[in-house]
C-alpha cells in the first residue's frame, strides 16, 4: 500500500519505491531506501512529515504516493 496510507505515529518499512528513475534517484537521496524503517510524524492537507533516520521530512501527496509500505 502506499506511504500515504499510513497513520500518524506509525513507523513503517518500506518495501518498494516506484517511478521513474529520477524520482527513485531523489527519494534515495533522500533517505528512502528499500528495507528502511521510517516513522509517520504527521500528515496536513495529503503532505506527509516523516521521521527518516536522525532527519524529518516532507514529502508531499503524489511523491508519497511512489513509496510502497
Do not use: C, W, Y
Not at 16 to 22: A, Y
Not at 53 to 65: M, P, Q, V, Y
Amino acid at each position: 500500500m502506499p506511504l500515504t496510507m499510513a497513520k500518524p505515529g506509525e513507523t513503517v518499512t518500506i518495501r518498494k519505491i516506484t517511478g521513474k528513475d529520477e524520482v527513485r534517484q531523489h527519494l534515495a537521496e533522500l533517505g528512502f531506501v528499500v528495507d528502511s524503517a521510517i516513522t509517520v510524524v504527521s500528515q496536513l492537507g495529503g503532505s506527509l512529515i516523516l521521521q527518516v533516520k536522525d532527519s524529518r521530512i516532507a514529502l508531499d501527496k503524489t511523491l508519497a504516493n511512489r513509496v510502497l509500505i
